[in-house]
């Protein structure tokens, strides 16, 4: 009597027993690197939080919003994670430009609705991408313009000035910080 096909057959594969499964806190446990020194930690918050203050302050003094959501987001990628190349300046200036760019664009050409602040979104990844200077708060740029209208003539030098100041803010806390990594790795 000829033998049953291969998937016919129980022996086929071994059963798989309870104890061949790792418990849940081993699966789930990622790889995550290790908590930073408290030194470093504080001074990475002291230096985002200063800068922030700063572009605060700014913006009172001439009674415009300077420190909008996608530049704390940058701050938090810029002065937490520098070795990045989503933080280098190339990337932040660049991508916070063409996320303006891009909301200005959309709104003139479709008006403002949450359909056109996605179209921008998705349009300015594939800018940042193309122009290789990805920088993922960027995309939250033109949610800004096409939300709130702001003037281009002000808004647009106020966010070049505000990312430029990220960046300088960075170089130099990255210069006094011993043990820092240096940053930026690349300018442009």
């Known amino acids: 009597m000829p ?16 104890h061949d ?3 849940p806190r081993t699966r789930l446990s990622g790889r995550a690197p ?3 020194p408290a030194g470093a930690a504080f001074h990475t918050v002291s230096a985002a939080a200063t800068l922030l203050v700063v572009l605060v302050a700014i913006g009172t003094v001439i009674h415009e919003p300077v420190l909008i959501p996608p530049l704390a987001a940058s701050a938090a990628l810029v002065h937490g994670a520098p070795t990045l190349s989503l ?9 916070h430009l063409l996320g303006a760019a ?30 290789r200077a990805p920088h993922s708060p960027a995309c939250a740029t033109p949610v800004v ?16 000035g505000a990312c430029a100041l990220l960046v300088l803010g960075e170089y130099t806390a990255s210069r006094i910080r011993r043990g820092a990594p240096a940053y930026p790795a690349y300018w442009w």
């Open 3 to 18: 033998e049953p096909a291969p998937s016919l057959r129980t022996d086929a594969a071994p059963a798989l027993v309870v």
């Open 21 to 23: 499964i790792p418990p």
């Open 34 to 36: 290790s908590r930073p």
């Open 87 to 95: 933080s280098q300046p190339r990337n932040v200036i660049l991508g």
């Open 102 to 131: 891009t909301g200005y664009a959309v709104l003139a050409t479709v008006g403002s609705s949450p359909w056109a602040t996605a179209l921008a979104g998705a349009a300015t990844i594939a800018l940042t991408l193309l122009a």
């Open 145 to 160: 313009v096409v939300l709130q209208h702001p003037a281009p003539q002000y808004f647009v030098p106020l966010l070049a």
